[in-house]
């Protein structure tokens, strides 16, 4: 099983940075692929980046460029570099990982870490 902590949300004014971190333990070997996802209130929640073990990235429309989806594999984490942040940016963040388990391909997710921006 691999097990997902968040953090690094907070309170920023428009225009500002945050950088999200999740960090993995458990059967890291067996994760395929690691993504950030998003849930406003009242809204489904969507997918905001992703990437897989070989570095391949992937990203929202409404990111693209304003955000950087990276991972360190020596220590386990996954990076979200977000820049240039909106009041639409505001939701609570997740970290996702997909991993095999003997021929079967599970998901877990991280508790998640609230994006406050303040207009």
């Known amino acids: 099983q691999v097990q997902l902590v968040e953090s690094g949300g907070g309170l920023v004014q428009a225009g500002g940075s945050l950088r999200l971190s999740c960090a993995a333990s458990?059967?890291?070997?067996?994760?395929?692929?690691m993504g950030w996802y998003r849930q406003a209130p009242g809204k489904t929640r969507v997918l905001v980046a992703d990437?897989?073990?070989?570095?391949?990235?992937d990203y929202a429309g409404s990111v693209k460029d304003r955000f950087t989806i990276s991972r360190d594999n020596a220590k386990n984490t996954l990076y979200l570099q977000m820049n240039s942040l909106k009041p639409e940016d505001t939701a609570v963040y997740y970290c996702?990982?997909?991993?095999?388990?003997?021929?079967?391909?599970?998901?877990?997710w991280g508790q998640g870490t609230q994006v406050t921006v303040s207009s």
């Open positions: 996702y990982a997909t991993y095999t388990s003997g021929s079967i391909s599970r998901g877990s």
């Open positions: 458990g059967t890291i070997a067996s994760i395929i692929t």
């Open positions: 990437i897989t073990s070989g570095g391949s990235t």
